[in-house]
């Protein structure tokens, strides 16, 4: 059972920067993904950006695209998110998830969700 840990989120003024982390236990040797996501109040929960240790690869959407980068280490295995020029609207809860299985960024295709942590950006 692969189980997330979050930390990082907090007040931060806009225009500001934060960076959060995310560890994984439990994982078995293997395909291996890891992504952030966030929630803000009555929205859907979107994709942020992801990693993948089979290929190597980096995901980032289009709304963040230029402002966050993910980045990661190996041991423990973690994903860290660097976010810069945070603006009113990044203001969510941001969860971190895994999966051992999958291809899909979207929510529903991934496993393993961490508590997540709350991002407030203030004007």
């Known amino acids: 059972q692969v189980q997330l840990v979050e930390s990082g989120g907090g007040l931060v003024q806009a225009g500001g920067s934060l960076r959060l982390s995310c560890a994984a236990s439990g994982w078995t040797p293997g395909y291996f993904r890891m992504g952030w996501y966030r929630q803000a109040p009555g929205k859907e929960r979107e994709f942020v950006a992801g990693f993948d240790w089979s290929g190597g690869n980096t995901y980032i959407a289009d709304s963040v695209k230029g402002r966050f980068t993910i980045s990661r280490s190996n041991a423990p295995k973690s994903v860290f998110l660097q976010m810069s020029s945070l603006r009113p609207e990044d203001t969510a809860v941001y969860h971190c998830?895994?999966?051992?299985?999958?291809?899909?960024?979207?929510?529903?295709?991934?496993?393993?969700w961490g508590k997540g942590t709350l991002v407030t950006v203030s004007t």
């Open positions: 998830a895994a999966d051992m299985g999958g291809s899909s960024w979207k929510p529903s295709g991934m496993d393993y």
